[in-house]
């Protein structure tokens, strides 16, 4: 419980779905924890495949987005 952690798998070339990143979120701080305790994990095919801006919402460029992100490649890595 000291922390939680999203992953995002986008095996097939998935779309993100809206809002998809910020109702995960929104999810997690239902179930009691703070956003300083949320991380993300994108693993697209390549690294040129990022979340894009509408999929992370109103947590665009927050410390989530900021601090607490990977974008790792399941191919690559």
Known sequence: KSYAIIIEN???LASDQKA???RYI???IANKFNKSQI???YLPPTY???PEIQSWGKYYE???HTERYLN???RDD
Do not use: A, M, P
């Open 26 to 28: 929104d999810r997690t």
């Open 62 to 64: 927050t410390e989530i």
């Open 48 to 50: 040129e495949k990022v």
């Open 72 to 74: 790792l490649s399941f």
């Open 39 to 41: 991380y993300v994990i």
């Open 20 to 22: 998809q990143i910020e």
């Open 10 to 12: 986008k095996v097939n």
